[in-house]
């Protein structure tokens, strides 16, 4: 099977990248041809090389549309910069420059993602479709659902495509309404791939009800190698490195340090477990995908609460080893999450460490931490800190519980949350759908939301 994927890659890491970059892996070891179009940066992960990636960049530069009202030669000359750093330089050091930072602080964001969704340049549109052509797919896929309004501008092959169920809540979180580029392409789609039941009832039928009858339930899963086997001897010398071992009970909060991650919700729980009288300590593990204004926050509440000698901020971690590490050698994950999550790989991968995950009651942590009768973490009431340091607090009293919890999630895991299980219930879907050839009603560009 021929398999043309499409990747909105970031300047971090991110679940929804590591998700797509493991799919695209494990379909090639089924034997698909798998080719990844990859759109803003490579796709940065901590699964598979770059290099060995073999991935298509450029084939449009979003640098044109951050300068689109810059005059024509000015909006050349930085494109071609932009497009060459973000392609060939580090994209994470280019990212965290004073210069680069400094632009992304002027960045219109709102505007750009409006662009993007609603004015697609049409030199673009026709490089992508030479790309396609070329490739002649026999089902195509997109990561996220903001690609929606670019797939249903692009020649209709008469090729299945397939969607993720996610993506299209940041474009909303910016003040762009993606809906209706989403909803005037939603013949364009035959399948919406969920990562969980949760998702499905709580973001798609609500604000997507239209593709709720197309969308099939796949949990996600991580690659559950070796790296997990790690000794504690060889966990503890890692995540020495990033942060001080101590006796203290220690809590990890890893992701994107975004505000719809919940970070600060973190820190209230530190602070009220210190009050009574718990040793604990909170590692902060991950960085910012778009400026450094929440880090900021984040800082400045340390300093309010006194937290200080509590709270280690560790930041960009690019190893899969030592993120591993700074996992076994944490006691709990909090999964401080303020939105429904769709999933939330971050949770199977403590699951895999053998640590207990504490979630909220919404989004996909109760699906996957209640999973075939597995007590794999706790689940608190959404964005309640008070509820998050009982759970907390119980943990530490309760530590024959806390290391069933943690057996639990690596059963799990091995038995069903891993990317094997997830990338073969994908590939029969796909073989499913191409063998029930789509017919589909031309649909024309969308129109701006007004």
């Known amino acids: 099977m021929r398999i043309l994927f499409g990747i909105t890659g970031q300047l971090s890491y991110g679940g929804l990248v590591q998700q797509s970059v493991v799919l695209v892996k494990y379909l090639r070891e089924f034997g698909c041809q798998v080719l990844p179009a990859v759109a803003l940066a490579p796709p940065r992960n901590d699964e598979v090389d770059l290099d060995d990636l073999e991935y298509i960049f450029g084939a449009f530069n979003i640098a044109d549309y951050v300068l689109r009202d810059k005059p024509a030669l000015l909006r ?4 071609w910069y932009a497009r060459y750093q973000v392609a ?7 990212k ?10 002027e960045v219109d964001v ?6 993007l969704v609603y004015r697609p340049d049409e030199g673009d549109l026709e490089k992508v479709n030479r790309l396609r052509r070329r490739f002649n797919p026999d089902i195509e896929y997109a990561c996220e659902l903001s690609m929606a309004g670019y797939f249903g501008v692009l020649a209709d092959l008469g090729v299945p495509l397939v969607s993720a169920a996610q993506g299209y809540e940041l474009c909303q979180r910016y003040g762009v309404d993606i809906i209706p580029a989403i909803e005037t392409n939603a013949p364009r789609i035959d399948a919406l791939i969920s990562g969980s039941h949760a998702n499905l009832k709580e973001n798609i039928a609500r604000d997507l009800p239209f593709l709720a009858p197309k969308t099939r339930v796949i949990h996600y899963g991580v690659v559950n190698d070796q790296t997990f086997d790690m000794s504690m001897q060889e966990a503890r010398r890692r995540a020495a490195s990033f942060a001080p071992l101590t006796d203290d009970f220690t809590m990890i909060s890893l992701g994107r340090v975004e505000v719809e991650k919940g970070v600060d919700l973190a820190l209230h729980v530190v602070r009220i477990l210190l009050n009574s009288g718990y040793r604990v300590r909170l590692r902060i593990v991950g960085d910012s995908l778009l400026g450094e204004h929440y880090r900021r926050v984040i800082d400045n509440k340390i300093g309010m609460m006194d937290l ?12 899969k080893a030592d993120k591993v590490a700074l996992l076994k050698t944490s006691n709990v994950l909090l999964a401080t999450f303020i939105k429904s999550e769709p999933f939330g790989l971050v949770i199977c991968e403590a699951m895999a460490a053998g640590i ?16 075939n009768g597995y007590q794999s973490g706790m689940v608190y ?4 800190t008070g509820d998050i340091a009982d759970r907390v607090a119980y943990l530490i009293d309760n530590p024959a519980a806390a290391e069933e919890m943690g057996r639990n999630g690596r059963r799990a895991v091995a038995e ?12 029969h879907l796909f073989e499913e759908l191409v063998n029930r050839p789509p017919v589909h009603a031309g649909v024309g560009p969308p129109k701006a939301a007004s």
């Not at 009651?361 to 996957?368: K, L, P, Q, R, V």
């Open 308 to 319: 200080q000698p509590y709270v280690d901020f560790v930041g960009f971690v690019e190893s």
């Open 76 to 79: 050349w000359l930085l494109g």
């Open 416 to 427: 069903h949350f891993n990317a094997e299980r997830m990338s073969s219930d994908i590939l």
């Open 381 to 384: 009431r959404t964005q309640d």
């Open 96 to 105: 965290s420059s004073p210069a680069a930072a400094r632009s992304m602080r």
């Open 356 to 371: 207990p995950v504490i979630a909220p009651d919404t989004g996909a942590g109760a699906e996957i931490l209640g999973w």
């Open 88 to 94: 060939n330089g580090n994209p994470h050091k280019l």
């Open 110 to 115: 709102k505007k750009v993602i409006e662009n």
